[in-house]
């Protein structure tokens, strides 16, 4: 983040957003856009959707690698090698997958595939805690910043 000013004063995620839009003109200003109810698919859980279908640790070293090749021949597969003029090796990185699906399961075409289920459902409250905690320092904030934290859903 070294094109954003450091010493510039930020109180709410509009005053953030302000600062990263004005922190670059050229090549293009940055492009931002506020999460609300309505765009919250962007936050999905990847990491439990993929490990049903791959393996959780890589089974051979990434560090030496020098090439990669996977081929639709071999979905399973990773080739790869060590040296420009090595032989090929390769590695297991998917799980299997069963060949007859479950009753009433839905087969995929080529080109498909299954999104990860969302993270977050509707706004996320803040805590009792967190709240008594932001009344207390909310005084030392500007007017506008005071307002925006005394609006703040909470259970």
């Not at 040296?83 to 069963?98: A, D």
């Not at 709240?131 to 609006?151: H, N, T």
Request: charged share 25%; proline share 7%; glycine share 4%.
């Amino acid at each position: 983040m070294g094109i954003l000013n450091h010493k510039a004063r930020f109180e709410t995620p509009d005053d953030l957003c302000d600062l990263i839009k004005s922190a670059r003109a050229k090549p293009s200003p940055f492009e931002l856009f506020q999460i609300n109810q309505t765009n919250q698919y962007i936050f999905q859980q990847w990491t439990n959707h993929l490990s049903k279908y791959y393996k959780k640790k890589c089974p051979f070293p990434i560090r030496p690698i020098r090439e990669l090749e996977l081929t639709k021949e071999h979905p399973r597969l990773i080739k790869y090698r060590d040296s420009y003029n090595g032989h090929w090796v390769s590695g297991v990185v998917k799980n299997k997958i069963m060949k007859r699906a479950a009753p009433g399961a839905k087969l995929l075409k080529d080109n498909e595939f299954v999104f990860a289920p969302s993270s977050y459902e509707g706004i996320l409250n803040i805590s009792a805690e967190k709240v008594l905690d932001l009344q207390c320092l909310k005084r030392f904030c500007g007017p506008k910043a005071q307002e925006y934290f005394s609006s703040l859903p909470h259970t």
